[in-house]
Each structure stands twice: as C-alpha cells, then as structure tokens.
C-alpha cells in the first residue's frame, strides 16, 4: 500500500464517527485517483505526458521550491514532485453561501481545519446538488472553479496540468500560495489563512522574477497585472463596507433588498468602467463578495506586520509559525501592536 493509501486510510478511521464520513470518503478517493496518475518530475515520461511549453514550466518546478525553501521559510515537504494531467478544466469545484441580507458566510466544520466557508467536490454536479440544497435553505449559493489546492500536507500534492495554464509567473505564484498552506494553517481562520497565502505568493514572486536573470523578462507584466488585481479588490471591498452599512441600518428586509441591488449596480457600473468592458458585472451574491475578500482582506496587516519585522517575508513565516495554530492569530498580532511587543 503506497503512502497516499496509507495516509487515506488513516484520515478515514479519524472521521468515520463524524457527520461527514460519506463526504471525506468520496473526496479521499478523487485524491487517491490523482495518486495513481501521478508522473514523476525526474521521469522520462514527463515528455510524452504534456508539451513542450509546459516541459519547461515543470523543469522549473525545482527551483520554485528551493526558493520557498531558502527565502521564503515554507516548507513544500515531498509535494510537487510529480506531475498529473487532470484531463479536465477545472479540477474540483468549491461550494460557498451566505446569508442574503448579512455578510456571514455558511460554515462547514470539519476535524483538524475547524470551520470553513467552502466545501470542494471533484464532482462538479456533487458541488450544485449541495449548493441547491443550501438555496432550498435559504442561502445565497456559489459554485467555483478550482485549478489548485492544497491537502495541507495529508497526501503528496502533484502539480496539475491546471496549474500550468498561464505562464510561468502564474506558476510560481500558485505553488507559492499552496505551499504556504501547507507550510501553516491557522484552524478555523480561512479568512488570515487565504491572505496569508495571497501575501506570500505576491511577495515570494515577484522576489523570485527579480533574483533570476532567466525570468525577469516575465517580471513587468506580473507587476502590472499585481496592480490591476489590487484596484479591483479595493473596489470590491468597498463594496464589502457598503454592504455591511446597509446590512447594519434599520432598514426593513424589503427596503434593504431593494438597496442591495442598487448598491451592486453602482459597484458593477464602476467594475466595468476600471475594465474598460461594457458586459462586465459584479454577482448579486453575498457568497461572492466574501468569497473576494477572504483572499484580500487581512493583506494590509500582513504587509504592516512584515515591514514592522524587517521586510522579510521569511521572518514573517517565522513569527507567524511561533503563534499556536489553534489560536486567533489576527488577535494576537492586534494586541501585540498594542503592546510594542514586536521588534520595530
């Protein structure tokens, strides 16, 4: 039995007794399948299994994590040591809701993560049975494509053939993020946990473009898109503060519907002006603008707490990694400000 099973196995004999044994075993064997596809990175094989184009982004693949490694203070273990072509776009499918007139996300709880506001499936019509269920209940529903994820370090992560679709900045930038997940999980906090790995890949890439004559050239265009990405988030997390003011007010449940919708046609309006696209909107859907903000929200106190330590994103790790995982670490780090307990 290969490590993969074994790890299965043992995850399963954990959560049998759980609500969500049928789930965990579903989704345990569509890693399991990704397991026996698996190519290693060093194999001859390699060639005949993807192209060019993507040969060469996977020859880089080891030198990524050296980085992560090296300079970053991530640990990616034995993950992305082989190589799985998924045959399918996406490769899972994530389900997130909320409540339609307040910014609270639908929590699924599951042992050694905590509670979380999203819930993959390999199947995408297990991902729109739950998420139907969830509007039978009332919720605002989502169904999202996923190219990549990581299992925190229970099975050996490949890198999948989705994971190679943009170009080799993209690559760096996901292997970055996943690797930090795996590297640090805070149990019950996605929301640090998401900009933590969003601050790390931004940071970790274009660290890495700039210290490699090879991919420098690949350095502006990142740049530029970084920056592109940010006016959007801060747009979209303005939209965020304008809903939680009107979720807030007085307001009948009618009123403030009525109020909801004009407020994301007012956000929409301005998303396609900063696209410069005329059919561009924003979903009507609580789901998706916490879905925005998970990755965004806490990046202006991890960029402050980064400089504040030096401007090393490896001391970053490093203080963060000191913090127990089953702590509230956006508190710690707030009282800990307070108290000028942080080296300035």
Same mark, same amino acid.
């Given at each position: 039995?290969?490590?993969?099973?074994?790890? &299965? @196995?043992?995850?399963?004999?954990?959560?049998?007794?759980?609500?969500?044994?049928?789930?965990?075993?579903?989704?345990?064997?569509?890693?399991?399948? &990704?397991?026996?596809?698996?190519?290693?990175? !060093?194999?001859?094989?390699?060639?005949?299994? #993807?192209?060019?184009?993507n040969l060469e982004k996977l020859r880089l693949v080891p030198r990524i994590l050296e980085f992560c490694r090296k300079e970053l203070g991530l640990d990616p273990g034995d993950s992305y040591q082989t190589y799985?072509?998924?045959?399918?776009?996406?490769?899972?499918?994530?389900?997130?809701?909320?409540?339609? %007139?307040? @910014?609270?996300?639908?929590?699924?709880? &599951?042992?050694?993560?905590?509670?979380v506001p999203y819930k993959g499936h390999f199947a995408q019509e297990d991902a729109r049975?739950?998420?139907?269920? %969830?509007?039978?209940? /009332?919720?605002?529903?989502?169904?999202?494509?996923? /190219?990549?994820?990581?299992?925190?370090?229970?099975?050996?992560?490949?890198?999948?053939?989705?994971?190679?679709?943009?170009?080799?900045?993209?690559?760096?930038?996901v292997i970055i993020h996943e690797t #930090?997940?795996?590297?640090?999980?805070?149990t019950g906090a996605s929301s640090f946990n998401e900009s933590l790995a969003t601050h790390m890949a931004r940071e970790g890439t274009v660290r890495l473009l700039s210290s490699d004559e090879d991919l420098l050239s690949e350095l502006p265009e990142y740049v530029e898109?970084?920056?592109?990405?940010?006016?959007?988030?801060?747009? %979209?997390l303005r939209l965020q503060k304008d809903l939680e003011a009107l979720y807030r007010s007085p307001a009948s449940d009618a009123d403030k519907r009525v109020l909801k919708s004009e407020i994301f046609e007012t956000a929409s309006a301005a998303y396609r002006h900063l696209l410069g696209a005329k059919n561009a909107s924003i979903p009507v859907s609580n789901a998706f603008v916490l879905s925005v903000a998970r990755y965004h929200e806490y990046e202006p106190l991890l960029i402050q707490l980064q400089d504040t330590l030096?401007?090393?994103?490896?001391?970053?790790?490093?203080?963060?990694? !000191?913090?127990?995982?089953?702590?509230?670490?956006?508190?710690?780090?707030?009282?800990?400000k307070e108290l000028k307990l942080l080296v300035p």
């Open positions: 039995m290969g490590r993969p099973a074994r790890h &299965f @196995l043992a995850i399963v004999c954990l959560l049998l007794s759980g609500c969500q044994a049928g789930y965990v075993l579903k989704q345990g064997w569509g890693q399991l399948t &990704f397991s026996g596809e698996q190519v290693s990175l !060093d194999s001859p094989e390699l060639e005949e299994t #993807t192209t060019p184009e799985v072509d998924t045959g399918q776009e996406p490769v899972s499918f994530a389900v997130m809701a909320a409540h339609p %007139l307040a @910014l609270i996300p639908y929590q699924w709880h &599951f042992p050694f993560v905590g509670s049975e739950e998420a139907e269920r %969830l509007e039978e209940l /009332g919720f605002e529903a989502l169904v999202a494509p996923v /190219g990549a994820f990581s299992t925190l370090g229970w099975f050996q992560d490949p890198v999948l053939s989705t994971m190679l679709e943009g170009n080799t900045a993209d690559l760096i930038d #930090t997940h795996r590297t640090l999980y805070f898109r970084k920056e592109a990405h940010l006016e959007r988030e801060i747009l %979209l030096g401007g090393n994103p490896a001391d970053l790790m490093a203080y963060l990694k !000191d913090l127990p995982s089953s702590e509230d670490p956006i508190k710690r780090i707030k009282e800990e």
